[in-house]
């Protein structure tokens, strides 16, 4: 990569651990989950760059894929994972921590568990940057079962390129049989830990109102071609939600949506709940690996 583009891929990561600490001093128990996921969002954009995906606020068993509607009125509470990305001219940086609102101690063992195998494996790339594939989950889930926990097995972290947040190389978090090693690139690594009697798979749930364009075919209703225009201009490959549309358009953008993604515009994303409705725990990072080097950005 060019001297521009890691330079733009510092300053999303340098952004990101910005709004990682600005996030934990608003996230409290009883505040509206949208008031935080527009605080969150209004803070990445007054330090100079854009949200990558809507603002992920996921209670409990549910693992991702939560961003406040319009008119949402969910309070926080329990177990919560704050999962957000930042790009600065489609250069990325995606991260995650979560909080225990109950003051639990299975749940802050579930965090642990997230947090300590994330920075295991951080740690094991940076002393050998052609560790394999396989090496990496496999410390991911060494960790995490030695706090009493399971992995998450079906969510992984991923490669991410300019304006592609899953660019095509996956990292699982339990050992497996991929080859190779983490190629010079951006990655996001992000293990999900769940109770040791949990099935350790996600399942899809409820619509999120999460979407990605997929499609710019043509659509007979001029309120749904006045907001494909929109999506095309504004968000091509990153994902954008039903909220941020509403405030742009009013409430016609719901039935527009809805027209879009019945027509094969739109991808709605799930949902993602732990499939035995048991707590997850989520923390991710950014690393960057450069001329062999291993850069946390968000960190």
């Excluded at 583009?5 to 009883?30: F, P, W």
């Excluded at 991260?95 to 101690?105: C, G, I, Q, V």
């Excluded at 016609?252 to 997850?280: C, D, M, T, Y």
Aim: charged share 25%.
């Amino acid at each position: 990569m060019n001297p521009s583009e890691k330079e733009s891929i510092l300053k999303a990561g340098g952004i990101a651990s910005q709004v990682i600490a600005y996030a934990r001093t608003i996230v409290k128990k009883g505040v509206p989950l949208l008031e935080i996921a527009e605080k969150i969002e209004g803070k990445i954009i007054e330090l100079g760059g854009f949200p990558a995906f809507p603002v992920n606020l996921s209670i409990n068993e549910i693992a991702a894929h939560y961003t406040p509607s319009a008119e949402d009125e969910t309070l926080a509470e329990g177990l919560i994972c704050v999962d957000f990305g930042v790009h600065v001219d489609g250069f990325l940086s995606d991260t995650a921590f979560t909080l225990d609102l109950e003051n639990s101690e299975e749940d802050k063992n579930l965090i642990s568990a997230s947090e300590e195998s994330l920075n295991e494996a951080i740690e094991k790339i940076k002393k050998d940057t052609e560790i394999s594939l396989s090496e990496v989950g496999q410390t991911i889930q060494e960790k995490i079962e030695a706090k009493g926990c399971r992995p998450i097995v079906n969510l992984t972290g991923h490669s991410m390129d300019q304006y592609d947040l899953h660019s095509g190389i996956s990292v699982l978090n339990i050992k497996n049989n991929t080859e190779g090693c983490l190629p010079s690139g951006l990655y996001a690594i992000e293990p999900f830990s769940t109770f040791e009697n949990a099935s350790g798979k996600v399942k899809d749930g409820n619509s999120s109102g999460i979407y990605l364009l997929q499609d710019n075919k043509a659509i007979r209703s001029p309120a749904a071609r006045e907001i494909l225009g929109y999506l095309e201009e504004n968000y091509s490959t990153l994902p954008f939600c039903s909220r941020w549309l509403v405030k742009e358009f009013g409430n016609k953008a719901i039935l527009a949506l809805s027209q879009l993604e019945r027509n094969g515009n739109l991808h709605h994303f799930p949902q993602l709940v732990e499939s035995s409705g048991k707590k997850v725990a989520q923390a991710e990072h950014t690393i960057l690996i450069d001329d062999g080097k291993v850069v946390v950005t968000t960190g």
